[in-house]
């Protein structure tokens, strides 16, 4: 059974920065498109950041543009979402899903994707 393990969260400043890291049992993440979806108490799910397969191209939610990255690390077999200067609406449990398809723009928050992490906290706070 494919699981998921995410991490890196915790509770840190506004202006800040945080590295999360996901990784799989049972699963090669460098086949698949990963992303990295939110969920904020009591709002719907966010896809925040997507590097694809495919066409190798990486996508980001408009609240997160520019100051997010994601990136893969296949000797590893993680993928990590770097986030700078981080708000308090950034505050919200963080997890990552694999899709086995490749990943395009508008419809990458939508799609059915194959596999989900249980997800790490992160609380932007002063």
């Known amino acids: 059974q494919v699981q998921f393990v995410e991490s890196g969260g915790g509770l840190v400043q506004p202006g800040s920065s945080l590295s999360l890291s996901c990784t799989a049992s049972d699963l090669t993440l460098e086949y698949y498109t990963i992303s990295w979806f939110r969920r904020a108490l009591g709002k719907a799910q966010e896809g925040v950041a997507c590097?694809?397969?495919?066409?190798?191209?990486?996508f980001y939610a408009e609240s997160v543009k520019g100051r997010a990255t994601i990136s893969r690390d296949p000797t590893k077999n993680m993928v990590h979402l770097r986030m700078n200067n981080l708000k308090p609406e950034d505050t919200g449990l963080y997890y990552c899903?694999?899709?086995?398809?490749?990943?395009?723009?508008?419809?990458?928050?939508?799609?059915?994707?194959?596999?989900w992490g249980q997800g790490t906290q992160v609380t932007v706070s002063a």
């Open positions: 899903a694999a899709d086995e398809q490749p990943a395009v723009p508008n419809l990458w928050t939508w799609r059915p994707y194959d596999y």
């Open positions: 590097t694809s397969i495919g066409n190798n191209r990486t």
